[in-house]
């Protein structure tokens, strides 16, 4: 485990986003685009920063839609990114919004449809990845978010943990729960997945991530693992 400790050590990415944009919305993980990149899918409770952390990672204020209505995201949401690494090589990459999960202003039938067309996604999308699990640092753990990322070990889904809204907080209280999430997860995990720290308003941990895209699609195009 890579754990990003406050504050940020500098981190020098090559990484550089030329183009973002809306591709597809889709309602079944069998309706998404054809499986030939590499994908990189961003979840978390409702409200926790998601659509603003992924306009900081892209640089476009608009490209994922804000709101105040926690749930708004429906649908499996696919954006074409294309950037270039320190060779001057091309990449091309999916980076996908998900529907948040623990919001329970939705029908139970609504919330079901939700939960099982995002398992199957994550089970059965053969480009994922990384799965970027959002965490709202200015919070002791919650059992939803526990439960998320429980499941995801159990399907054996590789993802990380993305704590978001750092700037909301002190360091300090940003830390000791950061420290309290993988102190749960210790109880019963042998391994911790890796930890990003972020803040979309003072785009803190937007090199790490870069970075951390840029070395797997450098890994996915090495081992040939997508055709």
């Not at 002791?140 to 054996?156: G, H, I, R």
Request: net charge positive; with cysteine.
């Amino acid at each position: 485990m890579i754990l990003y400790r406050w504050p940020f050590f500098i981190v020098f990415c090559s990484m550089v986003i030329h183009t973002a944009k809306f591709l597809l919305s889709s309602p079944s993980f069998d309706k998404c685009p054809v499986a030939n990149k590499p994908e990189y899918a961003f979840i978390g409770r409702s409200n926790v920063g998601k659509s603003s952390l992924i306009n900081m990672l892209t640089g476009q204020k608009n490209l994922a839609k804000t709101s105040s209505t926690p749930g708004k995201t429906q649908l499996i949401n696919h954006f074409l990114i294309e950037s270039s690494n320190v060779k001057k090589q091309k990449q091309q990459w999916y980076l996908v919004d998900l529907p948040g999960y623990g919001y329970a202003k939705r029908s139970q039938t609504d919330r079901r449809r939700w939960e099982q067309m995002i398992e199957n996604y994550l089970r059965k999308r053969p480009n994922l990845v990384q799965v970027m699990v959002l965490i709202d640092s200015r919070h002791t753990p919650q059992k939803n978010d526990l439960a998320f990322v429980n499941d995801l070990d159990k399907w054996e889904v590789p993802f990380s943990l993305v704590f978001t809204k750092a700037d909301k907080e002190k360091p300090a209280v940003v830390q000791k729960n950061v420290q309290l999430f993988l102190d749960a997860l210790k109880a019963t995990w042998q391994f911790l997945p890796q930890v990003f720290i972020t803040s979309a308003e003072k785009k803190t941990g937007r090199e790490e991530l870069l970075e951390f895209f840029e070395q797997n699609n450098l890994r996915v195009a090495e081992n040939d693992m997508i055709g």
